[in-house]
């Protein structure tokens, strides 16, 4: 029944899988019967990287394909028979093959290596008689290593090749190595760009079949003007929340389409809180749907959610929701509807935070919420921010009061009358007489006055944290509260004190006792933080600068920000004495104050002597504000700049590790890159693992400031850092010389992109570059020499830059892939937007199927097919591919979009 492939119909396979970027892990030969005839037909099965394919024996150049997504059953009444059904429409592929076990075997091993966190024993249906095969096929087939991210690269190729689309290389790249090696487990979505929402979507689909991701983030710094995730992303997400049973963070700030009420957008976010709804195993149990379109359907689907999955993979972790928030749509009854759902025991024994900003509560919904809060035995954060003029806080507060574990409340956006008089101070106050948990306060934007928080502060003994920003006490209120929190007897519990634009527009008589009144409070109390932004009329200019001359010999302040008041350069040299005495400030924000050059080069001075700030925000504004004719004076400053703060953060760190604290295998690592440098400088030196030898060499290359600096700011049994670190540097500053010369630290180095180096026992695979490295050596020695020679003849300034640009884009070619897992070494450039744009404009012309095995069991023609001569065609015709092996190089995007026939959903 079975034979051999002849040698030329190995290399037909061969050739038409290798022109899609395939290549043949197993092929055997297969029969099939169709239609009741007495002689068999034969043909061929093969198994390639992400699908199954079949091939007339006569005709190996028409192959036909499965993706190995597409099957959704394997299943077998002998070891002689195999039927594979695939995914919608009842369709399957059948035969009968002696090698039928070990085909199932491969398939299943196959899908199992390109998504290692899904095993193919939950997605696939085995139904194979006897019912010992299967026991036998589980024992033979080996869990997978999934590699970097748990085989998100190899899962995303797949998923892309399924979908029709290129696979993007410098996403990969990401993600195996920012998220791998800083052991990040929380995908964030700003991190990367696609230009075609399809891209997007194929990316997060991957995610479907990935079990080292806990978390999805996407928080723009502006949700209530963010534009959001393009609808295709969101449907990619509702696939990935119906069945995955891992993911335990969602954040999707400001998916509201611009706040137009993008297409599609409103259906895509209801679909996904439908697919948390219907998920039984959802581990999800941090939700933050922050300015994120919200209607009464997809509030109602969070509200059964909330009673019946939520966060059930996740033990008994706090529960965290968020909902609401400029442009989101959420009403009343979408509110009412959410909090209905706190009667779960669950949710009463889990949450432990809850938030609902700008939703307009009606008198109904007050009583709902302050009815739900009661029973919130956990809850210990919640956020109530804007909640409209019709909100009554008397039932909210008696929700409050059954609450024994809050820390956090959050009012603000709220315009209650709190006179001291009215009954929404007496319902508030009467809640706070008992608040002896209460540690942080938010009255933003609330229109109080200063007595009133006063009187609320006299109630509260334990706040550390306090936000009153935006509610205009003015010049006399504020001295009046400074005096206030100097002279109570808790004045060290205060530690963060949050006071944005409350002075006084213009100055007053009243400026110099508040500004007075603050530098006592500082002298007295032990604050942490303190933030006194201002912004347009409300600066007070030059009256600041007492506060930066109190803090002199200030023990306690690591946080300041002081941005928007216009001190100019008068205050920028005040900062810049201060932080060259004060050695406690870590943090200080100034933008937005008038600074100059002048004021520039003081604080840059001041950073020079100063061991503490490790985070000075660049003035952006006041530096636009300079024009163009101060551009180079400016890169200058600012470089000296991040220097400043990025020894001050090395200085912070723990120390203890050494070269000699590194494993044997980790040394290696640094020393094949090393030997790496020296094969393309042409100076090649015996370097070993030792640690002298390490040492030696690495301060040839690097300096010993930066093996110092290195050593010193990694804390102890941090190997992987340190190593990172080194392995990192050694791969920016690459000394290229002309051969027989040998690298010096004091010759100029050649700076390139790539982050790893390619080992020296890969150097074999290789061998085309040799040439290339002999040229580029020659071109770096003559561009030096004729660099070298004033008023040169032969190149021109123009020239120079050309020579040196063109070897550095040539030493960068030689670090593109590594060949064993498939993950590029070094960031890739990203030049996808125009091939992304064909894509976007492209219409697919019809297809025509041009042959079609006969082992198809009598399945009707799909009404959506474009094939006219094939009726009984079960499965697409491959003409093209997108997809690379993973021994090949990276492959450019290509110039068209794959055929539509590649592209499929489920």
């Keep these: 029944m079975d034979r051999d492939l002849s040698l030329l119909e190995k290399k037909g396979i061969a050739s038409f899988l290798s022109a899609r970027g395939d290549r043949d892990l197993f092929t055997t030969v297969a029969f099939s019967n169709l239609g009741g005839k007495k002689k068999k037909t034969e043909f061929f099965v093969t198994v390639g990287k992400y699908r199954l394919y079949m091939f007339n024996p006569k005709a190996l150049q028409k192959g036909q394909a499965i993706h190995m997504l597409d099957i959704v059953e394997i299943a077998s009444s002998s070891p002689t028979e195999f039927c594979f059904k695939l995914r919608g429409s009842g369709k399957s592929v059948e035969g009968e093959c002696s090698r039928s076990d070990e085909l199932f075997k491969v398939i299943i091993s196959t899908f199992w290596n390109t998504f290692p966190g899904f095993s193919p024993f939950q997605h696939l249906r085995l139904l194979l008689l006897p019912k010992e095969r299967i026991e036998a096929l589980q024992k033979t087939v080996n869990v997978p290593d999934p590699g970097p991210c748990g085989g998100f690269t190899k899962s995303y190729k797949s998923v892309c090749a399924y979908m029709g689309l290129p696979w993007r290389v410098d996403v990969s790249w990401d993600v195996a190595h920012q998220y791998e090696q800083n052991s990040i487990d929380e995908l964030n979505l700003r991190d990367f760009t696609f230009d075609a929402p399809m891209d997007f979507k194929a990316f997060i689909t991957t995610l479907k079949f990935n079990r080292y991701f806990k978390g999805i983030v996407y928080d723009p710094p502006n ?517 027989g010369e040998g690298p010096k630290s004091s010759r100029p180095a050649l700076k390139t992109s790539q982050s790893q180096f390619i080992s020296s026992d890969d150097l074999t695979s290789h061998q085309k570059e040799k040439n290339r490295t002999q040229t580029l050596v020659k071109e770096q020695a003559r561009w030096q020499s004729v660099s070298s020679v004033p008023n040169s003849p032969v190149l021109g300034t123009a020239q120079k830059k050309l020579e040196r640009h063109q070897t550095e884009a040539k030493l960068a070619e030689l670090f593109q892939l590594d060949a064993e897992d498939d993950v590029p070494m070094r960031p890739p450039q990203r030049v996808m937007s125009e091939e992304a744009k064909k894509r976007l404009s492209y219409k697919p012309p019809p297809t025509h199927a041009t042959y079609s095995p006969p082992i198809v069991s009598n399945i009707p023609q799909s009404p959506t097919s474009s094939i006219e001569d094939e009726p009984d065609l079960f499965i697409r015709t491959v003409t093209g591919d997108t997809e690379d092996d993973d021994d090949d190089e990276v492959p450019p995007p290509p110039e068209e979009t794959p055929p539509a026939t590649l592209r499929g959903t489920y």
């Design 223 to 739: 949700p209530h003007n963010s534009r959001g995730l393009p609808k295709e992303a969101l449907q990619g997400l509702a696939e990935v929340l119906r069945s995955n049973d891992f993911l335990e963070k969602l954040v999707l700030k400001g998916c509201n389409g611009g706040g137009n009420g993008e297409k599609g957008i409103k259906e895509a976010i209801t679909a996904c809180c439908s697919a948390l709804a219907g998920n039984s195993l959802s581990a999800v149990r941090i939700l933050d749907l922050t300015c994120t379109t919200l209607e009464d359907k997809a509030a109602s689907s969070l509200s059964q959610w909330l009673r019946l999955n939520c966060g059930n993979g996740g033990g008994t972790q706090g529960i965290r929701i968020r909902v609401g928030g400029l442009n989101s749509g959420l009403s009343s009854n979408g509110l009412k509807s959410i909090t209905e759902s706190f009667s779960s025991g669950n949710i009463q024994a889990r949450l432990v935070e809850f938030g609902a900003g700008h939703v307009k509560v009606d008198s109904a919904s007050s009583y709902a919420l302050g009815q739900a809060l009661r029973d919130l035995k956990a809850l210990t954060s919640i956020q109530l921010e804007a909640m409209g003029p019709n909100v009554k806080l008397e039932p909210i507060t008696g929700g409050f009061r059954k609450i024994n574990s809050l820390v956090k409340l959050d009012l603000s956006g709220n315009k209650f009358n709190f006179g001291v008089n009215s009954s929404q101070y007496f319902d508030l106050s009467g809640y706070l007489k008992h608040a002896v948990t209460l540690r942080e306060l938010n009255f933003a934007r609330c229109g109080m006055v200063h007595a009133t928080l006063i009187e609320f502060l006299k109630l509260i003994p334990s706040v550390v944290k306090l936000d009153a920003s935006d509610n205009d006490f003015g010049d006399k209120g504020l001295s009046e509260l400074f005096e206030f929190l100097a002279s109570t007897a808790i004045k060290s519990n205060y530690k963060h004190i949050i006071l944005d634009r409350n002075f006084t527009a213009g100055k007053s008589k009243y400026r110099e006792a508040a500004v007075n009144s603050l530098v006592k409070f500082l002298n007295s109390a032990s604050v942490n933080s303190l933030s006194l932004a201002g912004g347009g009329k409300l600066g007070i200019k030059e009256d600041i600068l007492p506060l930066f001359q109190a803090l002199f010999e200030n023990k306690t302040l690591q946080e300041l920000d002081v941005s928007g008041h216009g001190f100019g350069d008068p205050g920028a040299v005040t900062i810049a004495r201060t932080i060259q005495l004060n050695s406690c400030l870590k943090v200080i924000r100034l933008d937005e104050n008038n600074i100059t050059i002048t004021g520039l080069k003081a604080l840059v001075n001041g950073l020079e002597r100063n061991k503490s700030v490790t985070n000075m925000s660049l003035p952006i504004v006041d530096i636009l504000a300079l024009g163009k004719e101060k551009t180079m004076a400016l890169q200058i400053l600012t470089q000296k700049m991040m220097e400043s703060l990025t020894r001050n953060a090395s200085l912070s760190s723990p120390t203890g590790l050494t070269l000699q604290d590194l494993s044997i295998e980790n040394r290696e690592e640094i020393a094949k890159a090393i030997r790496k440098i020296d094969s393309v400088t042409g100076s090649p030196k015996k370097i070993t693992n030792s640690v002298d030898d390490l040492d030696t060499r690495i301060r040839e290359l690097l300096g010993d400031t930066f093996l110092a600096g290195a050593v010193s700011e990694i804390s102890t049994n941090s190997q992987q850092t340190l190593l990172q670190k080194i392995t990192w540097q050694l791969s920016e500053i690459v000394s290229v010389t002309p051969q």
